[in-house]
Nanobody, 120 residues
Framework: QVHLVESGGGLVQAGGSLRLSCAAS????????MGWFRQAPGKEREFVAA????????YYTDSVKGRFTISRDNAENMVYLQMNSLKPEDTAVYYC?????????????WGQGTQVTVSS
């Protein structure tokens, strides 16, 4: 299974931007669709974005459409989440995930998470 490590979280003011990175190792990265999930305090983990193994298809939850962009670099075994126009409700721990399919059913690997805090 692929091992995932996230980075890039932090504290940002509302309206600001952050770029999350996820480094994959120990597996064939290009075999996996990749995604980002988040979990806010007291809430369940929710889907944020996903990208197909080729990078040709992307998917977003409605609340981040037009603000977040997922991308991947199969040569570097990296996946990114560019987050713009951040809102306080985006505050959460963000997790990178690897799945055989872009619907992110049957996630095979999770990262340890990176905290994103958006102040108002």
């Amino acid at each position: 299974q692929v091992h995932l490590v996230e980075s890039g979280g932090g504290l940002v003011q509302a309206g600001g931007s952050l770029r999350l990175s996820c480094a994959a190792s120990g597996g064939t990265f290009s075999n996996y669709a990749m995604g980002w999930f988040r979990q806010a305090p007291g809430k369940e983990r929710e889907f944020v974005a996903a990208i197909s193994w080729s990078g040709g298809n992307t998917y977003y939850t409605d609340s981040v459409k037009g603000r977040f962009t997922i991308s991947r670099d199969n040569a570097e075994n990296m996946v990114y989440l560019q987050m713009n126009s951040l809102k306080p409700e985006d505050t959460a721990v963000y997790y990178c995930a690897a799945s055989p399919i872009a619907t992110m059913k049957g996630v095979k690997s999770w990262g340890q998470g990176t905290q994103v805090t958006v102040s108002s």
